[in-house]
């Protein structure tokens, strides 16, 4: 009798603690997605009329060569920043494992561009790729390369892998420190004993540490892959998904058929999409990570 | 023979500080061009490579704060970032100290849900917030951000904080207990002090995400009044077009306070980023 009731209160003790962080939650990130999911099969007009359209919009979605465009420049933006920033961060780690002088100097810069604000990092780069004053352009003038100094953000060959750029120069000294504290996890005996047993540094690194990395990897690729869908600060502020569309990516275009031409059900659809795409991904981690625990 | 070994071993060394202080200047450099640029006259701007301007003009910072209304959108940030914050990290020690020590009914279901709130991305729901939020009149309103900011920090630090208090030994909550302390008193009194280390963690979490954070603050703060710094920097920009060195005044001062919260944290800072990623 007495436990249960002991038992009851402690219920309520806890319910009172998680109530606050629940509500606030369930209001405004659950609640939000359900609502996502249903007005995404509405048909929403500006005056604010909507009516039940089933799959229309996401049969819509299928024949707009915009969403197409920032659907294929979403997955160009993901591959080269995975691509890029794995390799970096990975070889930048080992660098930063050797020891050298000055290591926690060179550590913090690597990282420190992650910390500011992306909207900053976008401005600022878009001072340097600036075609008559910025850094960019008058560092090829100088070397005499004139007729590489292009309107680096309004050519719509060079625009979205300027933006690409940016992203990783952000980002991969970031997933650096992830590699670098996986590293520091693996312990010397293991390297030790494969160097004794006669194997060379690139050996025991892709038969010893690299494999080790795994759980690190994981969340690398996909924390990387996951950040390059839901991409928009860097592309609205440099390029503005221009010129021609061409550096669009989709969260852009979800925005401006939102808030620019008030579809609010069409671009609900397009939030739907990523959605999807980002809980696949989020499935995989969790599927190969427990693969691994096994 | 040695010799050879050895030149062959400096040379290798000097090869990776090589590459080391090569990426060092591709990271670093941007930011001493920003600023270098912001103590610059609009004339004498962004000419050649020379870091240090000839004399310094901080009349850009000045135009910046005031004349382009930076100052505004700056107390707006540190309004929303500051309140933010602490509301996240009140309400989610408290919900991290519940998940990791009181052992209620349905606990095992309600830490599954905040779970699966990590995985939404914030750009799913802007559209139904928008509405959400429009219906609730709170437009252009401080909470149109507060709210949804803290529900965006609501998983991850849930998480931390239950991590942290489950370490926490038994001992310590049972003495209290008889002292006769409360369930409240016990959290605030013992617990909270404890877990410096995880609100710490959540704080500067919070901190970078909603100082930082653009989507939201665009679609929710569309009257100049309201703006935060990184609506409002764009919004500058819009007005002021290759007015570089004013750009980059308004940049740095968008960055300072990272890099002072980043100096005075930064040994938490470093656990904080890799926190979960290698544990997995």
Redesign the interface.
């Known amino acids: 009798m007495n436990s249960v009731r002991g038992k009851l209160k402690t219920t309520l003790v806890g319910y009172g603690f998680v109530l606050p962080a629940l509500v606030i939650l369930a209001l405004f990130t659950i609640y939000p997605m359900l609502r996502v999911i249903q007005y995404s099969f509405l048909q929403w007009d500006i005056m604010g009329s909507k009516h039940w359209i089933g799959l229309g919009n996401y049969l819509a979605l299928l024949h707009d060569s915009t969403f197409l465009r920032a659907i294929a420049n979403t997955i160009v933006y993901a591959a080269l920043s995975l691509i890029f920033i794995y390799t970096a961060s990975l070889l930048g780690a080992v660098l930063m494992n050797q020891s050298l002088r000055g290591q926690s100097i060179f550590r913090t810069s690597y990282f420190l561009p992650s910390l500011i604000p992306t909207v900053a990092i976008g401005l600022a780069w878009q001072g340097i790729f600036d075609p008559s004053n910025g850094l960019l352009n008058t560092l090829l003038r100088f070397l005499g390369l004139n007729s590489l100094a292009l309107q680096w953000l309004a050519n719509p060959k060079t625009a979205l892998y300027c933006v690409i750029f940016v992203n990783i120069w952000q980002w991969w000294g970031y997933n650096m420190m992830l590699f670098l504290a996986g590293l520091q996890t693996i312990s010397n005996d293991i390297i030790e004993a494969a160097r004794v047993d006669g194997a060379s540094a690139f050996t025991t690194f892709f038969r010893i540490t690299w494999p080790l990395l795994r759980p690190v990897s994981i969340v690398v690729i996909v924390t990387t892959i996951i950040g390059s869908f839901k991409a928009f600060d860097l592309v609205y502020v440099m390029t503005g998904g221009g010129p021609f569309e061409k550096s669009t990516v989709i969260v852009l275009d979800l925005f401006q058929q939102g808030f620019q031409f008030m579809k609010f059900g069409y671009a609900s659809a397009m939030s739907v999409v990523l959605l999807i795409i980002v809980l696949i991904w989020s499935g995989l981690q969790m599927w190969f990570s427990r693969t691994d625990a096994e | 023979m040695v010799q050879g070994g050895v030149s062959l071993r400096a040379k290798r ?1 000097g090869v ?2 090589l ?2 202080v090569v ?2 200047v ?3 450099f ?2 001493l ?2 600023f270098s ?1 912001s103590l610059r006259t609009p004339a004498t ?5 020379a870091l240090i301007p000839n004399q310094f003009h901080f009349a850009n910072y000045e135009r910046a704060w005031s004349m382009a209304g930076m100052g505004h959108y700056f107390i707006n940030s540190v309004v929303i970032t500051a309140i933010s914050t602490f509301l996240t990290v ?3 020690a ?2 991290g ?3 990791g020590r ?6 095992g279901i ?1 830490f599954g ?2 779970l699966s ?1 990590m ?3 914030s ?10 939020l429009q219906h609730l009149n709170l437009l252009n309103n401080y909470l149109a951000l507060v ?2 900011y ?3 920090q ?2 991850f630090s ?1 998480f931390v904080f239950r991590n942290y208090f489950m370490t926490i030994p038994n001992e310590l909550e049972d003495s209290a207990k008889m002292d006769g302390c409360g ?1 409240m008193r016990t ?1 605030w009194n013992v617990m909270m002090p404890l877990a410096l280390p995880a609100i710490a963690t959540v704080t500067i979490f919070s901190f ?1 995400s909603d ?2 954070e ?2 939201y603050a665009t ?1 929710f703060m569309t009257d100049p009044n309201m703006m935060t ?3 409002g ?2 919004h500058f ?1 819009g007005q002021y077009t ?1 007015d ?1 060195p004013l ?2 005044a308004a ?1 740095v001062m ?2 300072i306070p ?1 890099l002072v919260v ?1 100096m005075f944290l930064q040994k938490f ?2 656990k904080g ?2 926190a979960g ?2 544990k ?1």
Do not use: D, H
């Not at chain 2, 701007?45 to 490579?49: D, E, L, P, T, V």
């Not at chain 2, 009181?102 to 606990?107: P, T």
């Not at chain 2, 750009?123 to 959400?132: D, N, S």
């Open positions: 060394r990776l500080y590459i080391a990426l060092f591709v990271q670093v941007p930011f061009y920003v640029n701007a962004m000419r050649g490579f009140v309400v989610t408290l919900a100290y519940a998940f009181i052992r209620f009914w349905g606990r309600l849900i905040v709130g995985i939404i991305p750009q799913v729901t802007v559209i139904p917030l928008y509405i959400f709210f949804p803290i529900a965006m609501t998983p849930i369930m959290f970078m100082w930082s653009f989507l679609v710094l990184p609506t920097l764009v920009q290759y570089w750009l980059f940049i968008i960055i990272v980043f800072f470093v980023l890799t990623a290698v997995g």
